[in-house]
């Protein structure tokens, strides 16, 4: 079967009706008519040319021919028909015409459809909400799906046009189900919503909505069930009263019974309860509560189920179970990085692992892990082995939030909640540059906070860190001659960059931060195929220091840096600094097996009190196989200006100093070219990038050059100017578990070199890009 169109006046797209039939042609290699690839493989499989062994493996990756089967075809005709008279369309025509193939062995099948007139919807009426409340029944009717005319009455209106459809009734009886459900009927079920359709015309219905709620039940006791991990020992039992209900001391028990788990305090599962004993039954927070359970990390399974009712009130019964609190795990890895020491190189390494997790800690659902890493990194150009890291950490977090915010978690209705407590340690080895990082510690307090399953809040309320780089033999070498120049050859001419460079790369440096992000996210991590992935986030840093230096070491003198240890003469340098950041992708179906993903970053720091620039950490950089392809790493800008002015013109020195402003765009479109090879769906990917970095107003820029050379500011007028595009081809490869890629990308326009004009490198100069996961 060549091909299986739709023809007609639709009303609905053809990949929906596609998804309705069973008739479906051979898949064609990137929609190219007549090009079958995986026939032709199960063809040549078929034909044992290659031997049975190789032909049973190719007709395993191929695919066999789709034949046209009558039986299959009416059977088409029928659903579709079903499908249309559902949505309104119940006078819907639906004819096939077969035609061959000038080849005679193929044919193509094309189904017209003439749907004819659309019924509508009239007049929607709800009966049975006499037991309900004015308030309640205002609440049920007013998120109809069957929307109303204005000025219309509550129970019985007339309804604004719109096409009559069976799934918009089913949508709506499931509406109806759950807002029952959350108003205390417990005992509401399908059948408690009826619709009956009457015609009223030929071409139009009235719709009535009969309903019968039931009883209203209040929570009665809740009753726990906790089995653990340990050897069975006496059982125990406890019984609590909730002061957060509002009927009779009776109904208000929480009783526990407690088996195989003597670490388990009662106060923190009374803590997890949404649903209280007194209070009117709401299914919303039946399922709040066992999201709040599952979400503490301590139990391997948690179930709720409601009981007998009493009177008036519905007891329920919570069984969980705890998972063995203590475990190892030894992990090994592959990592890229840019280099921990902010190096010129791209780095792929290796690294292994071992994390020690202590689940429930003190009886209140902490995790303790403590982990130790260590791993091995060599430059993807050269491949020379370039680093080395060890790091250590060590965390704490509870499933709520820790005080004094627990408050919060009421006051905003949140979704999940936990507070996580780090303290790291890190050293580091750069063999390529002859630098080392004797120590990073880092001590990181956040508050985590859900506000629905796609929108997040996380505030750190201490983001402190303090480095200590160093330097080794053959620093002179490997760094300052190579980057900065020497003698008559200087690289980087102006002074004060020079010495901002040996600053950032061989002082000590503490920073502090306080930060708000704002994220909200509804995509597959590893697919990124459909969906959207938003964040901003907003951050004020260097104030700890600075108070200790006005306060503390020196009371009455700022002198820009703290004397942290008594028998060290090098100082400690802080700066201050505002940063915000925003970060917007957006991931848009095309079909089946097309994806056109979109992304913009836009950066904005800015240091303040003695500081002239950001810490080094905190800086903007451009360039490379995650920001804008067709440049190295951090090879683009700032602006214009080119950072080694021994080289200017030549676009391809690495920014060392960062930028303090950062723009970047981002457009590519996947198809998914071939499935199921090698366990792996292959997609082809299209890219353009554009992009940039600029210092700031307080940045002194390249003071020190000739007049009306470019300082790397950043100046509105100039944006597009000043803006490098690259573009290119991709390949990614989509396991369940894994997606790589490769890209091949070159400059379209490089702000650098501006009087070249177009493809300033031509079209030979490709630069190619191995990574995993995609670009974004």
Known sequence: MEQVRFAGDLQFSPDLLQSRIRTAPNRRFLGISGLHWWLWLYRVGESNVLGQRAGRALMALGEPPAWLDMDVLAADIEKLRLFYEREGFRSALIGTRVDTVVTGDRVSITFEIHPGRATTVRRVSYIGLDSLSAVHQTQLVKGS?????????????????????????????????????????????????????????????????????????????????????????????????????????????????????????????????RMHPGQWYNQAEIRATKRRLESTGIFTFTDIVSLVPTASTLPHRISVRTRPRHQFRLETFVLQSSGVLGGVGNELGVGLGLTYENANLFGSGEVLQLSGTGSVAADVDTTFFSSSIAEFAASVSVPYLAAPFHGLEDAFSLYQARTRFTLSYLTARREDLSLIIRGRGAARLRLEMRHSPTLASLFDLLDLSLSQPDTLRGFQSRFLDRVLGEGDTLLVIDPVQRAQILEDYTQPQINNAVRYTLRAERVNPLRRDDGYSYEVAFEVGGNLPYVLDRYAFTPGELEGYLRLFAFAESQVNYRQYIRLVGDLRHYQRLGRSRTLALKFVGGWAHPFGQASVVPFDRRFYSGGASSVRGWHLRELGPGTASFRQGTAGSGAATNLLGGDIKLEASIELRQTAVRNILGADWILAAFTDAGNVWFGSRHPGFADMPLGDPTGHFKFRRILQETGVGSGVGLRGSWAYLVVRFDLALRVYDPAVPEVGMFPDGLRQWIAYFRLGHTF
């Open 145 to 273: 799906l069957l929307e109303h005319e204005v000025d219309e009455p509550l129970l019985s209106y007339r309804a604004r046009p719109q096409r009559f459809s069976e799934i918009r009734l089913i949508e709506e009886r499931r509406r109806l189900l759950s807002e029952l459900r959350t108003m205390g009927y417990a005992a509401a079920t399908r059948d408690s919503v009826t619709a009956i359709v009457t015609p009223v015309a030929g071409d139009s219905f009235d719709v009535q909505l009969r309903l019968r709620p039931g009883a209203r039940y209040r929570f009665g006791t809740v009753h726990f069930e906790v089995e653990g991990p340990e050897a069975p020992g006496e059982v125990y039992t406890d019984t609590l009263h909730d002061n957060a209900g509002v009927q009779e001391a009776a109904s208000r028990m929480i009783t526990f019974r407690i088996d195989g788990e003597s670490h388990l305090n009662r106060q923190f599962l009374t803590r997890a309860l």
